[in-house]
């Protein structure tokens, strides 16, 4: 076993350094451009298919040989790309503490041995207790206790992580730069900022960023076994009900949808996109 892959089986996650400093400039000015003064925001699939550049950064050979290492040779990335501008998760309860998973919940496979489904992040700025920029996480706490019922296989972890937090939550040391992969099923929030917080005028928390704000691609990566589950549950539960935005992908169909100079380093990497395939 590799020492990545070794890493990633103790703790559920791992963080490795892959863009310069220019890469991050050039991607910081590519989301600026997206976001003009909104804070608190997310951006889906559609600016990815105007911007590919933020389609290329998640290839990155970095990226691709250490998910190749830590999931599959052949994994399959999902198809809910976004950005993430000044999100640090105020205003929620449990201080934001959550498992990605959890929209997943009746599904079985979420406690199968071989379960292996990643939320990857490309951050682009350093992370700190003191400004935030990254994310926190509980390392190891990814696995379910499995008994009949997933319900209560939750409730059980939830219990766990609740009582063991102020002991085992780690804030991550990310770089401006830095590529994280973790576990779907591991309890993280965004590191919440303890300087420089105000109120706007209904009352909510923000930060006051100082002309640094924070930015984040995130999207997802998986065993190809577990795409087409994953996709299933979001189309039924959300994409159907009412054509929530952030769902925007599934109006994109693979391969014809994406842009070729992305494509070209999908075939280079033999990697590809999940599509849902209704049954
Ligand atoms: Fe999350």
Redesign the pocket.
Known sequence: MSSLNEFFTKNGYVCVNVFKPDEVEKLREIIEKINGTNRNIGYTSKYFMEFPELFIACVHNKIVSTLKEILEPNYQLLPDFTVDVERYGFNIPMGAW?L?CATEKPNRYLSEKNYRFV?CGIYLQNNSKEFGGGIDVMPGFRRFIRTSNTDLDFKIKGRIEMYTRPLFSKTLDIKAGDFVAFDSRLP?RGTQPSKNIKKDKNNKLYYDNQGMKKMVIYYNASRRRYVQPYLKTWYEKSYLQNANNNLDFFNYKYPDSYPNVFLDELEKHQIDIGQYIPE
């Open positions: 959550h990605d939320k993280h």
